[in-house]
């Protein structure tokens, strides 16, 4: 997807924190043309931005509410978590150990 390679080519300049890109990506070069809220899941907002560029290249983003989504992980409040966005340093092997203390790791 395009969004994709413009990700990847801004990352230098929002200090490589990917979130931080998309957010501005869709913010600065995207079209917002239609947002709805979706009780279906769990209460997200529902973007669909149209990309300028590309014909037809509609984009649809799921924004989940801030409770759906765990930052400081416990063992207890990610069991009910959406998405496990476990707060660790940015580094793969902190994140990973973090995963394994918590038991979110697929049996291998």
């Known amino acids: 997807h395009i969004l994709t390679s413009r990700i990847v080519d801004n990352l230098g300049r929002y200090k490589k924190d990917d979130q931080r890109t998309i957010n501005c990506l869709l913010s600065r070069s995207y079209e917002l043309l ?18 300028p560029v590309a014909a037809g290249g509609n984009l649809t983003v799921a924004l989940l509410p801030y409770e759906s989504v765990v930052r400081m992980c416990t063992e207890e409040n990610v069991k009910g978590a959406v998405i496990a966005h476990c707060l660790t340093e940015k ?13 979110l790791l697929p049996p291998r």
């Open 34 to 51: 239609d947002e709805r809220t979706a009780p279906e899941r769990n209460g997200s907002t529902i973007l669909t931005y149209g990309d």
């Open 91 to 103: 580094n793969g092997g902190d994140k990973m150990k973090e995963f394994q203390r918590l038991d």
